[in-house]
């Protein structure tokens, strides 16, 4: 299978470029996202691809939008806008339309487990996110209740940082940032328990919203391995990391590195991109059942 690295549209107008995906205008209202191969890691966009990466990232978004539009609304319009064309061949597969809105600026983090950035705010504070958590959990402790825990949405090479719920309201005003909160963890929570039933914990994850005349709706991606940590339901074991489907993997082999973490990213050897894209596909034939 051949990588997506960068797209080159001349036909299209390009309206930017972020860690993964690329968008283009389709007319004044629709925009097409292409979701590309690249692959980031500690902020930083690496400079080898991993083969077939965005079409499970927009294939599994799109599994999940269509079980999902009865929580709330999405913004695909199609979900193959290149189809029948074979001048986009490359671009078949990785690509949905969707429609314009105004993104808010907000990350909406739903944590059930307790683990990386949330578990560095626990062992510090006792918190995550403002919110106060039982003592005595562990790396990849099950919470008591699925939690709401925001971040920041930074600009590509910057840090996010986890805020507390009353800094959503004051960016979002109190109904706004209520109606993203429980948005959010009903999406997490009908995600988790379906793939809690295919072999996977979905440890935690990221949804981002945008507002369509007026309306809140649910933009970007939704529960993939780029947005979430996938864990296996067997040989979990709280109180040290888990194995996992997503880029973790990479994460894991970037720390074996004497590098400081800052662009250019170091090139991922040849096995390490073979087995990458092995998680992502072991992850999307569990959820789908599809090949």
């Known amino acids: 299978m051949k990588a997506l690295y960068e797209t080159n549209e001349t036909d299209l107008q390009l309206v930017s470029r972020g860690k993964v995906r ?4 389709l007319g004044d209202d629709t925009l097409v996202i292409v979701a590309t191969d ?15 990466k965005g079409e499970v990232l927009t294939q599994l978004s799109n599994f ?36 314009r809105c105004e993104a808010l600026p907000v990350e909406a983090i739903v944590r059930g487990y ?31 209740e699925t939690i709401f825990a925001p971040s920041t949405k930074a600009a590509v090479g910057a840090h996010d940082e986890n805020i507390s719920y009353e800094a959503v309201v004051s960016l979002l005003g109190s109904v706004l940032a209520a109606a993203v909160r429980t948005a ?16 996977i914990i979905i440890a935690d994850t990221k949804f981002e919203f945008g507002l369509l005349d007026g309306e809140l709706i649910l933009i970007d991606e939704a529960l993939t391995p780029d ?4 864990w296996p339901v067997d040989g979990y074991e709280p109180g040290h990391a888990q194995p996992s489907f997503d880029k973790q ?21 040849p096995d390490i991109v073979e087995k990458t894209a092995a998680k992502y596909g072991e992850a999307w034939r569990l959820l789908t059942a599809r090949e």
């Open 22 to 25: 690329d968008v283009y205008a």
């Open 38 to 52: 690249r692959i980031s890691a500690f902020d930083v966009i690496l400079p080898t691809p991993i083969p077939g």
């Open 64 to 99: 999940w939008f269509e079980r999902t539009g009865d929580i709330i609304r999405n913004h695909v319009v199609d979900p193959e806008p290149f189809a029948g064309r074979p001048a986009k061949a490359h671009l078949q597969g990785r690509s949905v339309a969707v429609r």
């Open 114 to 144: 307790l683990t990386g950035s949330g578990l560095k705010d626990y062992e510090r504070s006792g918190t995550v996110c403002g919110i106060e958590l039982p003592a005595g959990l562990v790396d990849g402790s099950r919470l008591p």
């Open 184 to 199: 959010a963890i009903a999406l997490y929570e009908f995600g988790a328990a379906y793939a809690r039933e295919r072999g």
């Open 227 to 230: 947005s979430s940590r996938f």
């Open 249 to 269: 993997f990479v994460r894991d082999y970037l720390e074996t590195l004497d590098w400081g973490k800052k662009a250019p990213g170091p090139e991922l050897p």
